[in-house]
């Protein structure tokens, strides 16, 4: 039996979800990273983190699924 949504656990985190909301803005790599105050290193790890969870290979595909699943308003 499924647990209640409430204490569902959030599929992204919020720096992850920072991340892919500057990115459907057409942001850089370099751009999300002087926004946020980390390294680029730091958002392709979120990046591909996010990508892993949602099983897809690009960011792209990504951004599709997050947006199916509701976690991503564009």
Excluded: Y
């Amino acid at each position: 039996m499924k647990g209640n949504d409430q204490n569902a656990k959030p599929l992204l985190t919020n720096r992850e979800r920072e991340v892919f909301e500057l990115l459907v803005q057409d942001k850089t790599t370099k751009e999300i990273a002087d926004l946020l105050f980390i390294s680029e290193k730091t958002v392709r790890n979120h990046i591909s983190n996010v990508m892993q969870k949602l099983g897809v290979k690009g960011r792209s595909q990504a951004v599709v699924e997050l947006v199916r699943l509701g976690d991503l308003i564009i």
